[in-house]
């Protein structure tokens, strides 16, 4: 049973700099993709960055290119995502995800069936 913990979440100011991490319990299987999604409050959960486990392609949604770098770790099995610039927009539950589908896009992460899922971290961004 693969489990995925996340960690690095808090509170900041806008303009800072936080890193999440993920780190599966357990070594994951490729081809294999990972992302982050973000829940903002009253809003639906949607993707902002995707991995290729195998390839290191990487996609983000529009709003963050420039400031979130998503990437892997695979001695410590572990995705992180970056995110600087933050700004209040940005405050959400972020999860992390893995799915066995072998992702390249955007749009592939967005449509992917994930397995496993993080716990969440709130992130919240003050102005």
């Known amino acids: 049973q693969v489990q995925l913990v996340e960690s690095g979440g808090g509170l900041v100011q806008a303009g800072g700099s936080l890193r999440l991490s993920c780190a599966a319990s357990?070594?994951?299987?490729?081809?294999?993709?990972m992302a982050w999604f973000r829940q903002p409050p009253g809003k639906e959960r949607d993707v902002v960055a995707g991995i290729n486990w195998s390839s290191g392609i990487t996609d983000y949604a529009e709003s963050v290119k420039g400031r979130f770098t998503i990437s892997r770790d695979n001695a410590k099995n572990t995705v992180y995502l970056q995110m600087n610039s933050l700004k209040p927009e940005d405050t959400a539950v972020y999860y992390c995800?893995?799915?066995?589908?072998?992702?390249?896009?955007?749009?592939?992460?967005?449509?992917?069936?994930?397995?496993?899922w993080g716990q969440g971290a709130q992130v919240t961004v003050s102005s």
């Open positions: 357990e070594r994951t299987l490729s081809p294999y993709s």
């Open positions: 995800a893995a799915s066995t589908w072998y992702c390249a896009g955007y749009g592939c992460y967005q449509r992917a069936k994930y397995n496993y």
